[in-house]
């Protein structure tokens, strides 16, 4: 575990953020809608600021989804990207959590927010709105400086996961979404204002204090914990192992096969999957002269294509297949990472077969059975994490099974691994 800095000049900073709202009660005689309007901007930038962590979460999300057709390929890639200056590495497999969280999670919940102090918080006045800006701006910054400081400064990027960054705004928006349901439940009820306003103030403090002792004590989370993970749940990710040789035999598919591969792809599953409503749905709007609006629809299913066309590329274009004296080695070539291995051991079974793609290019796939294959693994599809008992390492380097897809020569790389004998029987 990594341990805190001295002095923790991130929680201070939201401590700081914290006592914004008493003080302008008390010193700038803040009403209860900047109050409430105040914490809805803190749940806000709670959110867009855990948007901004997710690339560069180090651990690998125990119970990942790593053999899903859209989300696999990038969930399954090993390795990192480094950056120019003080940031650290992004990490291609945070890449669809990323997207789900910026294209759905983060607007739904600012949504959420904007909708609840619609209906909670009084109409707002102009010096309210003035006021408003100045303790949203205080809050956003100061939970700015805890990313900057205890995220991104002190290393906390490398306790977390994509998935496990998740709990600190779905938290935010729990609690003070009661807190503001709350104040809408007594607005009007005959309880003074001035009553109100301190129990807010006082809520949201012992809820932000809570919240601090929860996240800095790996002994003391929650139900939440175990949807999302925690540094007990997550996985810490290992290498995998790499003979200290050069490589007998190395083997890629060829570059314009592996394009053509992933475009094919991206497009079957646009037009196969869940994508196909959205295109069916764009039909349905140029058919009733909504043009304008077919375009989302559009939009969704084309990305969806897109994404899956380049995680079938990173899958089976961007790689190449080493041999050494006894093992099968997986390199990617675009992050300069190795992803998998198998042993000549550990091979059960072994053929070359051929999709419509090797016939028209003249290419072979070759298709290793691993021993391991059927050995406990997390549950792929699961909303909980595995217990952090269940799994013990990152399973690196488990005799798995390979598709060594569009290669010219498959026989050669089997008879460098010595099990050609299997292409025999």
Not at 9 to 16: E, M, R, T
Not at 50 to 79: H, T
Not at 135 to 154: C, K, M, N
Request: aromatic residues 8%; contains cysteine.
């Amino acid at each position: 575990m990594r341990p805190p800095s001295v002095p923790r000049s991130g929680l201070l900073a939201v401590l700081a953020s914290t006592l914004v709202t008493p003080v302008g009660v008390l010193a700038l005689g803040w009403s209860t809608t900047v109050l409430l309007g105040v914490f809805v901007v803190e749940v806000i930038a709670v959110v867009w600021w855990s948007v901004a962590k997710i690339p560069f979460a180090a651990k690998r999300p125990n119970a990942a989804v790593d053999d899903d057709r859209l989300f696999g390929p990038f969930q399954a890639k090993r390795g990192e990207i480094d950056l120019p200056g003080p940031l650290p590495p992004v990490y291609p497999r945070n890449l669809p959590t990323l997207v789900v969280v910026v294209c759905f999670l983060a607007p739904l919940e600012t949504m959420v927010a904007l909708a609840v102090f619609g209906v909670a918080a009084p109409p707002a006045t102009e010096a309210a709105a003035g006021q408003l800006a100045v303790g949203g701006l205080a809050v956003v910054v100061g939970r700015g400086y805890e990313t900057w400081r205890d995220y991104f400064h002190d290393g906390g990027y490398r306790d977390h996961s994509a998935r496990s960054v998740l709990i600190l705004p779905l938290v935010h928006l729990l609690g003070v979404g009661a807190l503001l349901f709350l104040a809408a439940l007594v607005d009007g009820s005959g309880v003074a204002g001035d009553v109100v306003l301190w129990a807010m103030i006082v809520g949201k403090l012992a809820f932000d204090v809570r919240s601090l002792q929860v996240e800095r004590d790996p002994d003391d989370h929650g139900w939440l914990y175990r949807v999302f993970g925690s540094e007990a749940t997550e996985i810490e990710p290992e290498p995998v192992a790499v003979p200290d040789d050069d490589p007998t035999v190395t083997a890629r598919p060829p570059r314009l096969v592996g394009v053509v591969d992933a475009v094919a792809r991206g497009v079957t599953y646009s037009l196969s999957s869940a994508a196909l409503a959205a295109w069916v749905l764009a039909a349905v709007l140029v058919g009733v002269g909504a043009a304008s609006l077919a375009v989302w629809p559009l939009l969704a299913a084309v990305g969806v294509g897109a994404f899956r066309t380049l995680g079938r590329y990173l899958a089976y274009g961007s790689v190449e297949y080493r041999v050494y004296d006894d093992v099968l080695v997986v390199y990617d070539r675009l992050i300069g990472e190795p992803q998998a291995r198998v042993e000549r051991t550990g091979v059960t079974d072994a053929a070359v077969v051929r999709d419509p793609l090797d016939r028209l290019f003249g290419t072979h796939t070759l298709t290793i059975a691993g021993a391991d294959d059927g050995d406990e693994r997390p549950p792929r599809s699961s909303l909980l994490p595995a217990d952090p008992d269940a799994v013990t390492d990152d399973a690196a380097n488990a005799n798995r099974s390979v598709r060594v897809a569009h290669v010219i020569e498959p026989t050669a790389l089997a008879g460098a691994l010595g099990v050609s004998w299997l292409l025999e029987r």
